[in-house]
């Protein structure tokens, strides 16, 4: 009975001319592994994540040839602005781009994002001086608002049984970006000195030493925008009936007929009615933002201590050296989250995960200032240890708030409410790296301090983040829709 009624409800609703009512048949027919769609989502995520940190393994030298410091331990404190410049232009955009996404669809919104980074990435790569850098990388990031849409691409391509390794794959691409961007930002930088037998020091790649490793993204942020083009738009095109349910909810329609078809609707149209007064999305978006905010502090902290000299407490480490630990990091991420992420989620729910991974990593943090005492292959074991697990603490934690995030909205509302977490996420992030920035700078003249002094500080406030992170995962803090 409850199959023939979806079938009926779904035959009711479909329109011919409506692409996400082509989408939604297709995922009723489609059997079998969607794997050309994940693998799609995943390169535009990774199209869209790689820019945003590939900066840091170089920025400490790049912000040091624009000669704008005038000390060594000041580094830090301009590298800071030019690292959150991205962020502060995508918090003022997101929710335009969610809202643009809801009404003239998803694949538009994706298409400028993934053409921004061809652009003005490039254009960065280029930069000459201090303000440039900051301008190029405030203008990518004003244009680069596909995060909240593609995940509400996501949600709306996959059948239920896969919607959880879909946003998985969002945040592993995510995550994967945040580290492969770097490695190569590492690799790539300053090709004339890494590589003289290869780039020439009067060669293009000489005069703009940081121009390779950006041109490279721009290059396959070109391609994902060519196979961009071949992407379905998932968005409904029809003006949806109040009185019935949406065509992404007739799929779930057994679930709907165990209550009362119209006590459910009723409910459901009261209690979402407001994005804003919708506490499980809400409640979800407020502890994103927390462990955001320590995701990209720690980013920036971690390529700032590692470039750093010894005496300043850091490791001393050249950009090529950090590359090759975070290309480490990104293979690690990429193992756990293909083959055991979806099966804790489903084992312990995405509340759980968030949970457990940001406990675990709290301790993990606490043994940083302890593995910069180390010196050659134990220094080399410990820290990639660290940085491998660190980051598929951060990303699993990130994933499951993704998830509780989705679960909490609409079909309709979905593209707004992505928009929303992106504004509030980017403004956290964008007082990550300016804040890290200052503080390290800040603990590079405290090395005598008596309480935690030098990188001791640093890694203790990323650990009171953290902790207030977890803390905010628990009732009643954090709510969750009934499903």
């Known amino acids: 009975m409850a199959e023939e009624y979806a079938e009926c409800l779904l035959e009711n609703k479909f329109h011919e001319n409506c692409p996400g009512c082509k989408v939604d048949q297709m995922k009723r027919l489609r059997r079998g592994f969607p794997f050309s769609e994940l693998l799609t989502v995943w390169l535009i995520v990774l199209c869209t994540a790689l820019p945003i940190s590939s900066l840091f393994p170089f920025l400490y030298f790049m912000i040091g040839d624009f000669n704008i410091a005038k000390k060594e331990e000041d580094i830090g404190f301009y590298a800071g602005f030019v690292g959150c410049s991205f962020m502060l232009g995508r918090t003022l955009t997101s929710v335009i781009w969610g809202i643009v996404a809801d009404r003239y669809g998803r694949k538009p919104v994706i298409l400028v994002g993934t053409a921004s980074v061809v652009i003005f990435n490039t254009l960065f790569g280029l930069s000459v001086n201090f303000w440039m850098a900051i301008i190029t990388r405030f203008c990518l990031g004003s244009f680069n608002g596909l995060l909240g849409p593609i995940k509400a691409y996501a949600m709306e391509t996959f059948r239920d049984e896969y919607q959880g390794l879909a946003l998985s794959a969002v945040s592993t691409a995510w995550g994967i970006g945040l580290i492969i961007g770097p490695a190569m930002g590492g690799f790539l930088a300053q090709p004339a000195k890494q590589y003289p037998s290869l780039f020439l020091e009067n060669s293009v790649f000489g005069k703009f030493p940081y121009l390779l490793p950006c041109l490279a993204i721009s290059c396959f942020a070109l391609l994902v925008t060519i196979i961009s083009l071949r992407i379905p738009e998932t968005l409904h095109n029809h003006k949806i009936d109040d009185d019935a349910l949406s065509p992404d909810e007739s799929f779930d329609a057994h679930k709907a007929l165990s209550h009362d078809p119209e006590s459910h609707k009723t409910t459901e149209r009261n209690e979402k009615s407001s994005l804003l007064k919708n506490w499980p999305l809400i409640s979800s978006i407020i502890v994103y933002c927390i462990f955001s905010l320590h995701d990209m502090a720690y980013t920036e902290i971690f390529s700032l201590w590692a470039n750093s000299p ?35 989620e489903r084992l312990l729910g995405p509340t759980m995960v968030t949970r457990i991974s940001g406990s675990l990593a709290l301790v993990l943090l606490s043994t940083y200032p302890l593995i910069a005492k180390l010196s050659g292959l134990a220094l080399t074991l410990a820290l990639n240890c660290a940085s491998v697990a660190k980051n598929v603490l951060a990303t699993s934690a990130i994933t499951g708030l993704f998830i509780l995030q989705n679960r909490a909205v609409r079909q309709d509302q979905r593209g707004a409410a992505n928009g929303i977490a992106m504004t509030a996420m980017s403004l956290f992030k964008a007082i990550g790296p300016a804040a890290a920035g200052i503080i390290y700078s800040w603990s590079e003249k405290r090395l005598d301090a008596a309480f935690l002094p030098g990188t001791q500080m640093v890694f203790f406030i990323l650990n009171v983040i953290l902790a207030l992170g977890v803390v905010m995962t628990f009732k009643p803090f954090l709510a969750q829709t009934q499903h």
């Open 310 to 344: 010894r005496k300043y407490g850091g490791l001393g480490y050249s950009s090529a050296d950090v590359g090759s630990v975070l290309a480490i990091s990104g293979f690690g991420l990429l193992i756990f989250q293909l083959s055991l992420y979806s099966y804790a």
